[in-house]
Structures are given as structure tokens and as C-alpha cells.
């Protein structure tokens, strides 16, 4: 079902020539300070102490709930569209999306480059043998919350390792002292329905609860016209849910208790074959499905033949905060958490739909016969049934303290963490190799699935990879600001990490037997380990590595006037290694990797005579040594499987600007600006030898590195109606968003970029409609309805066809909210 457009846009098609609010000014208009410049009442906890925006010495970009709710961000590849300079690697779903900032991304079994944090607290590892999960924002964090934070630069000496790239802070919102809630429901285009309710509960003086539902379906916008599979491709279906409770237990003792838990099922990432090579491979056999999409008017169809695709993800955390407030100048704090992450994939990552009858002669009439329902299978990831791609318990403690001395010119604090991820079962991903023909019917076990293998010398196989890795990472810190003068601070801060991981994978196969029938189909073989590996150790092998380093922060920030800070900061950050037990056994653990990172940075605020705003930019280099770079191992035994592995073999540099600005005019006029200026380089690449494979690297010496725009931003604003007061508050407003192209597949291969992006997104927000506790939103994003490309594989010249991922299309809604109790004034 779709919903009528023209009735939509004739509300907002006259704000086409408006801007839209920045995301900062929204976080202060959301807060209940009275500043009268904006950025003085917005809070941030980016040093974990609360302190005003403008104060951090530190590239913030602040979105406040209303933004959040405005804008529909839903998982974290929405946040990335509305936070210049933040991008995302999907990862097959967006459950297991990851962040990139300033050119820092996370290779495949790597550690993620930009944290997570949810109520101060780590997102949970995945820890997978083949595709790696966790490490991001799914829909369990996404929903109620008071801001998010999205900190940029190394954050190494406050939140530990693997932030080099930066950190992300979800803020939720605390329980109140007031009975209070809202229920609220949202419809758009693509059947999207979503109701959301929170409830606010004073149980007593010293008791608050806070209860929260958030519920979202939508069609997929990637049709499959596959005759098995999924209708479509890219939807949502998930349920999420959150309990906190505050219990005063002393006047100075506090208990805050989160508990989430999000499940979510839908149809996975849909690549879509776009391009063919005759000459390669699969290409002859790609070419009628890339005609077909070429033929068709719809740019988002995809024939996708699995019939069982689908992306499950269940997490839940429970996370406990303790604060003792010993004095007026000294604070304890004690933060535990414990999560499960499990997840199952059953996805195509090449996207081929080649299935019979075919129309060949000679040889490859055999190889590939005039039978329907047949399917030339290729890379997949697929869970079998009982096994998992992820399944990973996280428990995390941390003790904090923070204090005032020196009269009241020194901040401190200093802590100590530990945290230990272990795997629960073992991550297991099963598929035929690419190339086998099979039957088209579903399969839910090795042993359901019949194929044959067309090539003695070269036998089609079912391949059932087996890992688990445990992290352990412990360490302590210390942070400590001094007021040299009124005008001049001074931050010193210093870490010392030492991690450890240990893992195991076992290495099995089965064959398909050659068979002289070219109708003929056959159960695979018996288990075999791969080569490498032994069966004198039932196809097992371990991997260990453990590392210590420590990381620093040192900071000025000057004050010439009111209002104004110019700051300088030198940080050194770095991200964990780790034993990667299902690689190429010569390189089955990888070493850390550390950046040294320079800023300095200008932070405005004025008002008055009708004007107010705020003006910040910063510029920033980093030098980023024992780079890990992702390598493929493709054995020179063709009934080897290829392994990916991680190494330590590069050294790059990285440059840029940020700059953001808004304008608020009077009364009703507001404007803004934010722009990312981005210079990556890889300065090293070394790629290693072997005896027994070809070594592909996904870099090379002089390119840039993957997912980093060279520039990005957006240009907006908005204007409220002269109603009267008691009619509510009426808003316009417009975002334009540009993006440069980027880098997404392996230059080595082919140079693949996703598209550029030029979107212009439109609201239209009534609140206290008539003077009524109910808000009214209207929304448009992507309103000329460019298509863009997000990732591409680039395997044109390897495979023989290629494949990529669309961004969404233009999508549309409206969004009632009902607000009850003693907090309904908005």
C-alpha cells in the first residue's frame, strides 16, 4: 500500500525555498534554561562530567529528542544522514551498522573505530566468525531519548580504546518527579506504521520509574522480482522496549537502573547486480538478470532467489549506576552492565538470481543444464537452523571519581574499567560455494540442501566455518582540568589499557559429489577439514594475543572574551588488536594500531539587537601508524576456501575542517550551515607473500580511505507562524544535505564510490495543537527522489558481475503525538 503523495505535499510544498533548524539550536530550545544566546543551556556530558556545549574544548555535533523524533532516526544509518561527517557501514542490516568519522572505519573482524556509548555505557560486541555484529545503535536505543552526542576525534583517555575515529553518546531520558507520558503514532509511505508510549511514574519521594514501548513496520523499498524470496527487500519490523528506575536510597546516595530490550526480523540488505563481465566468471550467466533490471523502469528491483532470506537480532541490557555524592566537591560513581547480543543472518551478499533453465551449448551445457528450478548459487550468508552468527554475552564495571580542589580551579576525575565479552556458542555460517548448482527449494540444514558439482577438478562445496572470540580489556585513567587563569584552562589526561583476546574456529567443509547426470542433484559428502588444518584436532585451530598501551590527552583552551574559546588539543588514541582464529593461519592475530591526532578549534556564541547564535569550526591532522588493513587470502587450490585476514601493513595520514554556524532572527526566523571538509591518504599499504594463495588487498598506497567523503553538509533553517499563542506553535522547515562521493570497494579490484548525495528533507511540526497537550508533524526526506548507492562490491573483474546497496527513496509521513499529566507543556 502507498500513500497518496499530492495530498501531502500541498501542506509543505510552499517551505521548498525555507532552511531547516540545526540540530544544536533544537537541543537548547528543548532544554528548560533561560539563556538568551543558544548553546548556553545545552548540556553535554562529552568529558563524563555534565558542562555547557560551547565550554567543551572538543568538535561536538548535539542532536536534542525533538530532532530525533523530527526526523525520524530510527537505527544509526538515519543519524548519519543529519550529522555532517559521520557515515555508516550497513554490514547486511542495521542492526549491525558501525560508525565512521574523519576516515576512521572498522575493517571486518576488526574492532569498531568509533564507539558506542548508551547511558555511559559500551555497546555490546558481537564477536562473529564471519560477519561481525554489535559495535553500533539499533532500534533499543533509538527511541526516548534526551540527545545524542556525536564526539569527534580520539576520545582515547576517557572512554578507553577504540574511539580514534570518536565516540557517540545516547543520552536517555531519566525518570522525573512527574506523573507524565505521551502515546504517539506515525504513517508514511512504504505501509510504514509506528506507535510509540512512555509512561513517567512517581512511585514515591525516593522512588521514579520511566517505561517506554517503541513498535515500527514498514515495506522494504528494494522489490524482488524473484520468483522465491522475499517481496521485498529493506524493510522494517522490530519491537523495542526500556525500564528505568531512580531510587534516592540516602540524600546523597543514588540508584538508576536501565533495563532494554529490542527483537527485530525483517528481510535483509538487497544487493542488487548491476553490471556483468562476459569475459569473467559468472559474468554470461549474470548477463539476462542485468538486462532485465536495465529494461525495467523501477531503479530499485532486485532478483534475489533465496527463499528464506531473512536478519534476526535480539539484544537486551541491564545497566546499574550508583552515585555517591560524598561531598560538595567529591563524587563516586559506579557503572555496571550486563547485555546478550544474538543474531541470524540468512543473506545473499553477491546477489545473483541465476536460475535455470539455461540456454547453453557444449561444455556448458553440462556445467550448467536446460532444468528449471535449478540455481547457480553465489556468496552467501546464511545461519543455519540451531546455529548463530552472533551470540555474545558483554559485562562491563566501571568506578569513577570525580572531584574539585584547588579551591575550585581543578576538575578531576579518574577511574578504573573492565570488561569481558564472551562467546555463548560458537558463530557458525553455512553456504554453498559460489558456483555450485543446487536445488531451488529452501534449506535449513547442510543436509537439506542438494546441489551437484559440474567440475571434478574443481568440486562445488557446502562450507560451515565455525568461531568464538573473548575479549577481555581492562584499565585506568586519570583526567584533570586547571584554571591557570579566569581566561585559560589546562587538560591533562592519561590511560593505560591492557586488552586480551583469545579465540578458536574449526574448519569444515563437504563436498558435492561430480556427477556425470546433468540432472542429477546429491546430498554433499562427509566433513573435511580445509586445507591448514588438521584432523588430528577435529579441523581446529587457536589464536591468542594480548597488547598494553597507554593513550593521552593535553589541552588549551583560551577564553579572549566572553563567549568565545579557542582551543588546542594533541591526543594519542588507539584500537585494540586481536586473534582472528577463522584467518589464514599465518596471520590469525593482528597488533593494535595508534593514532596521534592534532585540533585546534574556535567555539562562538552572541546575542542581541534581534540576532543570536553560535559559531564553531575546528581543523584537525592525524598520523595513523600500524594501520590494520583487511586482506583476502584466495588459496591457489581451487577446493580451498579464501579467508579474509587482518594486518598490520599500513601507515595513512588524515586532514580536515569542520565548520557549523546558526543564525536565530528575531522571533520567528531561524538559519544554520555546517560543512566537512575531509583528506584522506593511505601513505602504506605492504602487502605480505605466501607460498600458497594470491593475496588481494582491499587498499592501496596513495588512495583514500574507505567511507570518507571529502566533503559533506547541509544548509537550513526555519520560520514559525505569528499565530496566537493559544492556537500553539506552527514551524516550517527545509534541510538541504550534500555529500561527495566516496570510496566503498576495493581499489585494488575496481575503483567503485557511492553516489553523491544532494537531498532536501521538509517538516511541518504544530504543537500544543489549539492550545490542546497534542503535537502534529508532517515529514518529507529525499524530496526529489535521488537514487544513490551506499556500497558496491566490486567484483566486476573477479566474479563477473557486480552488485550494490540503494539508500533509501523519498519517504513521507505524518506523526500524532498525545501528551498527558503534569509535564505536558511542550
Not at 576525575?413 to 554453498?432: D, H, K
Not at 546575542?607 to 594501520?627: E, I, P, V
Not at 497534542?774 to 558481475?801: P, R
Request: overall charge neutral; some cysteine.
Amino acid at each position: 500500500m502507498r500513500v497518496g503523495y499530492k495530498s501531502f505535499i500541498k501542506l509543505t510544498v510552499g517551505v521548498s525555498a525555507l532552511l531547516a533548524s540545526a540540530p544544536a539550536f533544537a537541543a537548547a530550545e528543548e532544554s528548560e534554561g533561560g539563556a538568551n544566546v543558544p548553546g548556553d543551556d545545552i548540556v553535554v556530558t562529552a568529558r563524563r562530567v555534565e558542562e555547557r556545549l560551547q565550554d567543551v574544548p572538543i568538535s561536538v555535533t548535539v542532536l536534542g529528542s525533538n530532532d530525533l523524533n523530527r526526523l525520524n532516526i530510527v537505527n544509526s544509518d538515519d543519524l548519519a544522514k543529519h550529522v555532517p561527517g559521520l557515515t555508516t557501514n550497513q554490514r547486511y542490516t542495521p542492526e549491525s551498522s558501525t560508525f565512521t568519522i574523519r576516515g576512521f572505519t572498522q575493517e571486518l573482524r576488526t574492532s569498531s573505530s568509533v564507539g558506542t556509548y548508551f547511558a555511559d555505557v559500551v555497546a555490546p560486541r558481537g564477536g562473529g566468525a564471519a560477519i561481525s555484529g554489535g559495535d553500533g545503535a539499533g532500534p533499543a536505543y533509538m527511541f526516548d531519548l534526551q540527545n545524542v552526542q556525536v564526539l569527534k576525534g580520539p576520545q582515547g583517555t576517557l572512554f578507553g580504546r577504540n574511539t580514534t575515529g570518536g565516540a557517540v553518546l545516547l543520552v536517555p531520558k531519566k525518570p522525573t518527579d512527574n506523573l507524565e507520558g505521551y502515546l504517539e503514532g506515525s504513517y508514511g509511505n512504504y505501509s510504514m506504521f509506528r506507535v510509540q508510549g512512555v509512561l513517567n511514574l512517581p512511585l514515591a519521594s525516593w522512588a521514579r520509574l520511566r517505561i517506554g514501548v517503541d513498535r515500527m513496520t514498514r515495506e522494504g523499498y528494494i522489490h524482488n522480482v524473484a520468483a522465491t524470496g522475499p517481496r521485498d527487500y529493506q524493510d522494517v519490523d522490530y519491537t523495542a522496549a526500556r525500564a528505568a528506575l531512580v531510587l534516592d536510597l540516602t540524600p546523597e546516595l543514588e540508584n538508576y537502573t536501565i533495563g532494554s530490550y529490542m527483537l527485530s526480523d525483517h528481510a535483509p540488505a538487497g544487493y542488487q547486480v548491476y553490471d556483468y563481465n562476459l569475459s569473467v566468471g559468472l559474468g554470461i550467466l549474470a548477463k539476462p538478470q542485468v538486462d532485465r533490471l536495465r529494461a525495467s523502469s523501477d531503479p530499485y528491483q532486485t532478483e534475489l532467489s533465496l527463499p528464506n532470506a531473512s536478519a534476526w537480532t535480539r539484544q537486551w541490557q541491564i545497566i546499574n549506576t550508583t552515585t555517591w555524592l560524598a561531598s560538595d566537591s567529591l563524587t563516586i560513581k559506579n557503572i555496571a552492565s550486563y547485555s546478550r547480543l544474538q543474531q541470524k543472518l540468512r543473506a545473499s551478499i553477491f546477489g545473483g538470481n541465476f536460475v535455470g533453465p539455461f540456454n547453453f551449448t557444449g561444455a556448458l551445457a553440462f556445467a550448467f543444464p536446460p532444468i528449471p528450478d535449478r540455481v547457480v548459487y553465489t556468496s552467501g550468508g546464511f545461519t543455519a537452523k540451531g546455529d548463530w552468527l552472533n551470540n555474545q554475552r558483554n559485562v562491563t564495571e566501571e568506578i569513577q571519581v570525580q572531584g574539585i580542589s584547588a579551591g575550585g580551579k581543578l576538575n578531576w576525575q579518574t577511574g578504573l574499567y573492565y570488561e569481558n565479552s564472551s562467546p555463548v556458542t560458537f558463530s557458525r555460517t553455512t553456504g554453498p560455494s559460489t558456483g555450485a548448482l543446487c536445488s531451488l527449494e529452501p534449506y535449513e540444514t547442510a543436509d537439506d540442501l542438494l546441489c551437484r558439482s559440474a567440475n571434478p577438478s574443481n568440486l562445488a562445496s557446502i562450507n560451515l566455518p565455525s568461531a568464538k572470540v573473548k575479549y577481555i580489556n581492562m584499565g585506568a585513567y586519570a583526567q584533570g582540568t586547571y584554571a591557570l587563569t579566569d581566561q585559560l584552562k589546562a587538560t591533562a589526561g592519561l590511560r593505560y589499557t591492557y586488552d586480551r583476546s583469545r579465540g578458536t574456529a574449526i574448519a569444515k567443509l563437504r563436498y558435492f559429489p561430480f556427477l556425470l547426470n546433468p540432472a542429477g542433484l546429491s546430498q554433499a559428502g562427509p566433513e573435511q577439514c580445509e586445507a591448514g588444518f588438521s584432523a588430528e584436532t577435529d579441523c581446529t585451530t587457536t589464536a591468542k594475543t594480548s597488547s598494553g598501551r597507554a593513550t593521552w590527552t593535553l589541552n588549551l583552551a583560551y577564553n579572549p572574551i566572553p563567549d568565545v574559546m579557542i582551543y588546542g588539543t594533541w591526543s594519542r588514541g588507539y584500537r585494540q588488536g586481536a586473534a582472528n582464529p577463522a584467518a589464514s593461519p599465518e596471520f590469525n592475530t593482528f597488533d593494535p594500531e595508534s593514532v596521534d591526532a592534532f585540533e585546534g578549534g574556535v567555539k562562538a556564541s552572541f546575542g542581541g539587537s534581534g540576532l543570536s547564535g553560535h559559531f564553531n569550526a575546528a581543523g584537525y591532522y592525524n598520523t595513523l601508524r600500524d594501520q590494520q588493513l583487511q586482506y583476502a587470502f584466495v588459496p591457489k587450490d581451487s577446493n580451498t576456501s579464501s579467508r579474509t585476514s587482518i594486518i598490520n601493513a599500513g601507515k595513512s595520514r588524515i586532514y580536515g575542517a569542520e565548520a557549523e554556524a546558526l543564525v536565530n532572527i528575531g522571533e520567528y526566523f531561524r538559519v544554520n550551515g555546517a560543512v566537512n571538509y575531509l583528506n584522506t591518504k593511505l601513505l602504506k599499504a605492504e602487502v605480505p607473500t605466501v607460498s600458497n594463495a594470491t593475496i588481494i588487498p582491499t587498499a592501496i598506497e596513495g588512495g583514500e580511505l574507505s567511507y570518507s567523503p571529502k566533503w559533506s553538509g547541509s544548509v537550513g533553517g526555519a520560520v514559525k507562524l505569528p499565530i496566537p499563542e493559544s492556537a500553539g506553535k506552527v514551524e516550517f522547515s527545509a534541510t538541504y544535505r550534500f555529500q561527495s562521493s566516496y570510496q566503498v570497494a576495493p581499489p585494488t579490484i575496481t575503483s567503485v564510490r557511492a553516489t553523491p548525495v544532494k537531498q532536501v528533507d521538509l517538516n511541518l511540526d504544530w504543537t500544543n495543537v489549539g492550545g490542546a497537550p497534542v503535537d502534529l508533524s508532517m515529514f518529507v526526506s529525499n524530496l526529489t527522489k535521488q537514487v544513490t548507492v551506499v556500497t558496491v562490491n566490486g567484483l566486476v573483474n573477479v566474479l563477473g558481475f557486480d552488485a550494490r546497496q540503494l539508500g533509501e527513496p523519498r519517504m513521507f509521513g505524518a506523526r500524532l503525538r498525545v501528551r498527558f499529566g503534569e509535564g505536558i507543556s511542550n
